[in-house]
């Protein structure tokens, strides 16, 4: 079966970097976008992340670009999100999640429970 477990939250002071990871099983990883979305206390959950099948395209929302970057392993079914300058608002769960088709404009099916980061000085 389809698997997302997601691992590298932790406590980090604001202006530090943090890296996830998000290793996945139960399906051919190359051939399906990723993505990483986050929910804060209170507030509906967010794009942060999303990256093709190949890793040749990707976007971010807004709040988070030039900050993070996505990246994606297809030989370790694995991808990542390098979080850097990170700020209080930024805490949150972060999830990971498995694309229907190769582009990630075509939604996300199956996630995992997420992991937690929290920015605090």
């Known amino acids: 079966q389809v698997q997302l477990v997601e691992s590298g939250g932790g406590l980090v002071r604001p202006g530090g970097s943090l890296t996830l990871s998000c290793a996945t099983s139960?399906?051919?990883?190359?051939?399906?976008?990723m993505t990483w979305y986050r929910q804060a206390p209170g507030k509906e959950r967010e794009l942060v992340a999303s990256?093709?099948?190949?890793?040749?395209?990707?976007m971010y929302g807004d709040s988070v670009k030039g900050r993070f970057t996505i990246s994606r392993d297809n030989i370790k079914n694995t991808v990542y999100l390098q979080m850097n300058l990170l700020k209080t608002e930024d805490t949150a769960v972060y999830y990971c999640?498995?694309?229907?088709?190769?582009?990630?404009?075509?939604?996300?099916?199956?996630w995992g429970k997420g992991t937690k980061v929290t920015v605090s000085s």
């Open positions: 999640g498995k694309g229907v088709t190769t582009d990630y404009l075509r939604g996300f099916d199956y």
């Open positions: 139960g399906f051919s990883f190359g051939f399906h976008a």
């Open positions: 990256i093709s099948s190949t890793g040749g395209r990707s």
